[in-house]
């Protein structure tokens, strides 16, 4: 099997391991650097020769994240120069379906090519070409300000990372008309949100929604805009100065990550912890933006998978009194629940095939319960790459067992069928879901989403 791939900007050369090609750290975008530091970005100036694809590339800068209690630290090399995919296919001479990873991170934390999020066992097992982005984070891909930017560039990365796959995947064997987009937590969002842009049409024809935390909505400008007002204080830059521009594009790094870092306590609040978001004026509440989502998914034919986990927000704090559960339980219905809810019904009411599901399994020794991110060891079959304390005493057969009915159920949509044989349509009628919980993965009613 040939080990190199030409694409529009050079060639590449990944490595064969197990059959399945992996190529990383390919270029999709120039770095975002420099002058193109908080600017739009451009596609990658051509090279010559072949780049050395052989190596994961950098993740995107970013402090340590809450979730790194439950889930174990990113630990791979960060850099600003981090607009760069991987791609892991069964053969570069095929036409197969393509799935596009969104990692999620709250918009500040994680990359697309961690080793957890390695595609590679995902594809051998599927016969599918997994394509896993890295997108500016935090205050590099989301600081607003005038003379600045008035949106979110990550978001603009993933567009141009998706038009990147339209134009270079059949290089790799993948089928430019059959991609699926998945992404779980803020990933879920940014698919949201592209899905409902007007210029994202012909990019994808399916998606999977994990964990989508739809219930926090968009960003008013205004909004987005005081969150930068509060960056550039911490850096010392009037917002009013006719070069703040080039004053954000001359601090380090790590100047950039603590001024973000100090961020005053009721911007904070006001946005449920989440200050770096999308940008969308016209559809910004968490019903506005389910439904405009659900709208031109609807008016696309999208395909559509969405679900969550049991106990989404047992990631986020370990107080198990009574008091402290009731907060949980209500933050995951307005965060996670009623808001996914909405978007699957009105996708289903518009025509779309929908499939939702809960993820209900847990590990035994484990105080997080079936929380928020525990599905994507199972989904992408890499259980040895997590140190993770929600998988504690996790019996290696049954996850085993699990991972292998995840993965042929996403796989089956990503080929354009239905998950698996005793899996319904979901539809406000009839809203039928799948169980994922390890042992029977029954299909039940919807749960009772009272607040």
Known sequence: MNNCVQTQAGAVRGCLEDGILHFHGIPYAAPPTGRLRFRPPEKPEPWVGVLDAAKRGFVPPQDPSDLDKPMGPVTLPQSEDCLTLAVSTPSAEGSLPVAVWFHGGANCYGGGDLPWYDGAALARSQNVVVVNINFRLGVFGFLCAEGVADRALSIEDQMLALQW???????????????????????????????????????????????????????????????????????????????VLEQLQSCSTEELLRAAAQVPEDIRAKHQGMYFKPVMDGWHTPEQTARRAAEMAA???????????????????????AESLAALKRGQRLRYDLPGALFAREAAEGGCPVWKYQFDWSAPESIYNACHCLELPFLFGNLDAWDAPFLAGGERGEMERLTAVIQDAWGRFFRGEAPSEDWPLYSAAEPRIKHFDGHANPVGGEPVYDV
Not at 299 to 321: L, P, Q
């Open 165 to 243: 796959v339209q134009e270079n995947i059949r290089q790799f064997g993948g089928d430019p008309s059959r991609v699926t987009v998945f992404g779980q937590s803020a990933g879920g969002n940014a698919i949201a949100h592209i899905l409902s842009r007007e210029d994202s049409a012909g990019l994808f024809s399916q998606i999977v929604l994990q964990s989508a935390s739809l219930g926090r909505g968009n960003h008013l400008l205004a909004d987005a805009c005081e969150a930068g007002r509060a960056v550039l204080a911490g850096l010392g830059i009037p917002p009013e100065a006719p070069d």
């Open 299 to 321: 008016r696309r034919h999208i395909r559509v998978m969405i679900g969550f986990t049991r106990e989404e927000t047992h990631a986020f704090s370990t107080a198990r009194d």
